[in-house]
């Protein structure tokens, strides 16, 4: 077995006897607001790319419309890119959606260091809906896990446990806004103050600690502040990408750049 022969931080960092680097907590890359947890011994996770579709990783599950289309991989789409299609009733959700779930309810907060992130480009920003996160529901079946409540910025939440970003346009100020519920309680859901771009990629990522405390970062930058009440840290949760049109007859797109889901073992 490997051992640090050279310490380069009291034993936590060093180099063994074939010079390789030994990290026995765990190796994270990246800088605050876009690390990246590599899976190991003390660590678990994924990297989705999308240059393909992996058995098992993820359900899709689309609206009634005919004209909603699984999630499928670009091609071209370069460095991997995976489209979510809505359909074009323009009737909402229910009829147009397009949602990804992990497929398990195999993630929870009080594991600690619970990670969501993911880059992200809408088409459109009018008429429409998406929400990225985690969410208590892996089945087959659509839900919006948190959503505008169709007067002023109020919420409605149908997940008992779910936090993450969403955009709706039938909130009065159309921004991205973060927020969670646990137990059906709710948290205090923020205005970020940044809207989505259409065609414009931005990165989003989610934190939240084992008492169930939410961070958020938007491009690096954390956006807010720490949402305490966000999840209820012992209950299993699955990260999901899900959009919609939510009226007027035309299909919107999201594309994913890709997925990154990470907690400690």
């Given at each position: 077995m490997?051992?640090?022969?050279?310490?380069?931080h009291?034993?936590q960092?060093?180099?063994?006897?074939e010079?390789?680097?030994?990290?026995?907590?765990?190796?994270?890359?990246?800088?605050?607001?876009?690390?990246?947890?590599?899976?190991?011994?003390?660590?678990?996770?994924?990297?989705?790319?999308?240059?393909?579709?992996?058995s098992?990783?993820?359900?899709?599950?689309?609206?009634?419309?005919?004209?909603?289309?699984?999630?499928?991989?670009?091609?071209?789409?370069?460095?991997?890119?995976?489209?979510?299609?809505?359909?074009?009733?323009?009737?909402?959700?229910?009829?147009?959606?397009?949602?990804?779930?992990?497929?398990?309810?195999a993630?929870?907060?009080?594991?600690?260091?619970?990670v969501?992130?993911?880059?992200v480009?809408?088409?459109?920003?009018?008429?429409c809906?998406?929400?990225?996160?985690?969410?208590?529901?892996?089945?087959a079946?659509l839900e919006?896990?948190?959503?505008?409540?169709?007067s002023?910025?109020?919420?409605?939440?149908?997940?008992?446990?779910?936090?993450?970003?969403?955009?709706?346009?039938?909130m009065?100020?159309?921004?991205?806004?973060v927020?969670?519920?646990?137990?059906d309680?709710?948290?205090?859901?923020?205005d970020?103050?940044?809207?989505?771009?259409?065609?414009?990629?931005?990165?989003?990522?989610?934190?939240?600690?084992?008492?169930?405390?939410?961070?958020?970062?938007?491009?690096?930058?954390?956006?807010?502040?720490?949402m305490t009440?966000?999840?209820?840290?012992?209950?299993?949760?699955?990260?999901?990408?899900?959009?919609?049109?939510?009226?007027?007859?035309?299909?919107?797109?999201?594309?994913?750049?890709?997925?990154h889901?990470?907690?400690?073992?």
């Open positions: 490997s051992r640090i022969r050279t310490s380069l009291g034993k960092l060093g180099i063994d006897h010079n390789r680097l030994l990290a026995p907590a765990g190796l994270v890359l990246g800088n605050n607001g876009k690390q990246r947890a590599v899976e190991g011994p003390s660590t678990t996770g994924f990297f989705d790319d999308f240059f393909e579709l992996t098992g990783r993820w359900l899709a599950t689309e609206g009634t419309d005919a004209a909603t289309s699984s999630a499928g991989i670009l091609s071209p789409g370069i460095g991997g890119v995976l489209r979510l299609t809505t359909g074009d009733a323009g009737t909402g959700y229910a009829a147009d959606a397009e949602q990804l779930t992990g497929g398990a309810l993630w929870q907060a009080s594991n600690g260091n619970l969501f992130e993911a880059r480009k809408l088409s459109a920003i009018t008429t809906y998406a929400f990225l996160g985690f969410t208590d529901t892996a089945a079946s919006q896990p948190i959503y505008s409540a169709g002023a910025n109020t919420i409605t939440t149908d997940a008992s446990d779910a936090v993450g970003f969403f955009f709706d346009t039938g009065d100020d159309d921004n991205w806004w927020a969670g519920v646990a137990g309680t709710d948290a205090t859901h923020q970020t103050g940044f809207a989505p771009v259409a065609g414009t990629y931005e990165v989003l990522r989610v934190e939240v600690n084992t008492a169930g405390v939410a961070t958020f970062y938007r491009n690096g930058v954390q956006v807010g502040t720490a009440g966000a999840v209820t840290a012992a209950t299993d949760l699955t990260p999901i990408i899900t959009v919609s049109k939510l009226s007027v007859a035309a299909s919107m797109t999201l594309d994913l750049d890709y997925v889901v990470s907690m400690d073992r």
